[in-house]
């Protein structure tokens, strides 16, 4: 199947710094990307949806000034946590679709710590 | 989007066939029913997916009944690599379409 990479793959940062994850999808051109967080033993829970060359759409309750997605390109979306607090520690996963296909592909995930 | 209903864990003998049930009663008629897996500590992977006709592929079938209440996901003969939390998800057919993720099942491959 296709590829989804992200990066970093771990990363710890300190209390109010900001963080870059960066999503890629390496052999086929993503229109549509997806961000999740994930906490210990929990689901999937969807943030946002990343349109290439739009705007992001937010979930309820997710802060966008927050959280920052750019889709520059039908290539690479990028996710900015802005002013981390420990609160924000989880594991942020991407996706990626293409219209007129049926799947969505799934990075590796970032575990992102913040202390 | 369609709610589902998955059991929260299910065991399984390596070798032997898992099902996994989704109940999916709320489901509209343009609606498609999607599973995705995900290992532990990684990012989920796409299964299979079908609208009211079975489907299967390399990986499992999945079989749907006729009302399109419910769905089986079938992995014929499963291996210990296949222990993992299955997703069954009800969308708008199309990788552009959202996906909201419920508790899935926590399929245990016994060996």
């Known amino acids: 199947g296709a590829v989804v990479s992200q990066h970093p793959s771990r990363v710890i940062c300190k209390s109010g710094t900001s963080v870059k994850i960066e999503c890629r999808s390496l052999d086929f051109q993503a229109t549509t990307m997806f961000w999740y967080r994930q906490f210990p033993k929990q689901s999937l829970m969807l943030m946002a949806t990343?349109?290439?060359?739009?705007?992001?759409?937010?979930e309820q309750g997710v802060e966008k000034d927050k959280f920052l997605i750019n889709h520059a390109s039908l290539t690479l979306s990028t996710l900015t946590v802005t002013s981390a607090h420990p609160e924000d520690s989880s594991f942020y996963i991407c996706?990626?679709?293409?219209?007129?296909?049926?799947?969505?592909?799934f990075g590796p995930g970032t575990r992102l710590t913040v202390t | 989007d369609a709610k589902t209903t998955q059991p929260p864990s299910m065991d399984c003998a390596e070798g032997r066939a898992a099902n996994l049930p989704c109940n999916h009663s709320?489901?509209?008629?343009?609606?498609?029913v999607y599973w995705y897996r995900q290992i532990h500590s990684q990012g989920p992977q796409y299964i299979i997916h079908?609208?009211?006709n079975n489907e299967t592929n390399e990986m499992a079938s999945l079989i749907i009944t006729e009302d399109r209440k419910s769905s089986t996901l079938i992995l014929p003969h499963a291996t210990l690599r296949d222990t993992a939390v299955y997703y069954c998800i009800v969308t708008g057919g199309g990788a552009t379409n959202k996906l909201i993720f419920g508790t899935g099942t926590l399929l245990a491959v016994q060996p």
């Open positions: 990343s349109n290439e060359g739009s705007k992001a759409t937010y």
């Open positions: 996706s990626a679709g293409d219209r007129g296909k049926y799947e969505q592909y």
């Open positions: 079908g609208l009211k």
């Open positions: 709320t489901i509209s008629g343009n609606e498609y």
